[in-house]
């Protein structure tokens, strides 16, 4: 069942336009002059060219043709009624699937011409992000680069994990921001290189929910990093107690995925990286210290995921 539903949800536009097309395949099938219907087979076509772009558009105008050149000769009367001119339906035929190819190509060059620009600009503002991320960072060497390097390690394990590359995008987007609530927090307390007190604790793990706070007030493209963002530092699923009377059982309740790969991603870039008070460690001891809180605090399947992009790829191994 979880795997229709995950199939449903990553072919959903196909699926669409698939349904449209049986739809009018029957209609068509069931209707005794089928001339009056050819131009229900507009629907699939921008439907495809829509959702899918131009090749797929093209795709389905042709195959739109060649189910109407099948209805064509398996029932003739259906076209050539009593009293019609044969030229004339065979010319209309043909004027038919010329216009269903134009369509077809006009609404997929449209389509692919609106993702470009749509591409073009989530680019833009994920390089507005790192810039922001790299000038927050600027003002304290330990943490120079930290987040963008996070950004990039959270981005591998979530395309290895398999996520879809708006759901890819949103965790690095919020991987970019992860500690942006950081900003309201005294550089006293940020900096403090001896043992924090319980206040202070208190105040620096505040800062998940300020930062989650601080991106929440943008909205729009920033929207799905809210919760990655509120969640980067609690334990991959967080025990609940349910309304029950005596209150012992207990369910658990996974924190967003996004969250998750960056508690992975964030954990092993501050293993790995000097600190004021202690040298950073080899990454293999990293991820060994990662591997041991498999199943406890992080999630098992964002550090499988992770163990792959550290063996596959050598830059995460300087
Ligand atoms: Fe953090």
């Known amino acids: 069942m979880e ?25 068509t099938y069931f209707t005794p002059y089928k001339m009056g219907f050819l131009n229900f087979f507009y629907l699939p076509i921008i439907a495809a060219g829509y959702f899918l772009g131009k090749r797929m558009a093209v795709l389905t105008a042709v195959s739109c043709i060649l189910i109407v050149a099948f209805f064509l000769l398996l029932f003739p009367s259906s076209f050539f009624t009593a009293g019609t001119n044969k030229t004339y339906i065979i010319v209309s035929l043909a004027a038919w699937s010329s216009f269903l190819i134009l369509t077809s190509a006009a609404i ?3 389509y692919e011409e609106k993702e470009k620009k749509i591409k073009e600009l989530r680019s833009a503002y994920m390089g507005i992000l790192e810039i922001l991320s790299k000038y927050l960072e600027s003002a304290d060497r330990y943490t120079q680069g930290h987040s963008v390097r996070v950004a990039h390690l959270s981005e591998d394990i979530a395309r290895t994990m398999g ?14 921001l992860h500690d942006i609530g950081k900003i309201e927090i005294s550089l006293d307390v940020l900096h403090k290189a001896a043992a924090l007190t319980d ?7 505040s800062h998940s929910e300020k930062g989650a706070r601080i991106i929440s007030l943008v909205g729009g493209v920033l929207k799905e990093a ?13 025990t609940e107690k349910p309304p029950s009377e005596n209150g ?7 924190v967003p995925l996004g969250a998750a790969i960056i508690a992975v991603a964030d954990a092993y870039d501050a293993m790995v990286t000097d600190r004021p008070y202690r040298a950073g460690m080899q990454p293999w001891q990293a991820f060994e210290e990662v591997e041991k809180g498999t199943g406890k605090q992080f999630h098992p399947g ?17």
């Open 3 to 27: 795997k229709i539903k995950e199939y449903t949800f990553k072919h959903f536009e196909k699926i669409i336009v698939v349904s449209i097309l049986l739809g009018i395949v029957l209609i």
């Open 248 to 254: 012992t059982e207990h369910t658990r309740k996974e």
């Open 199 to 205: 206040e202070e604790k208190e105040l620096m793990d």
């Open 163 to 176: 996520l879809s590359p708006v759901e890819v995008e949103n965790v690095r987007a919020a991987a970019l």
């Open 226 to 238: 809210v919760p990655i963002v509120s969640a980067h530092h609690k334990y991959f699923f967080e």
């Open 302 to 318: 964002a550090v499988k995921a992770f163990k792959k992009v550290l063996s596959t790829q050598h830059k995460y191994r300087k």
């Open 108 to 110: 997929g060059y449209l």
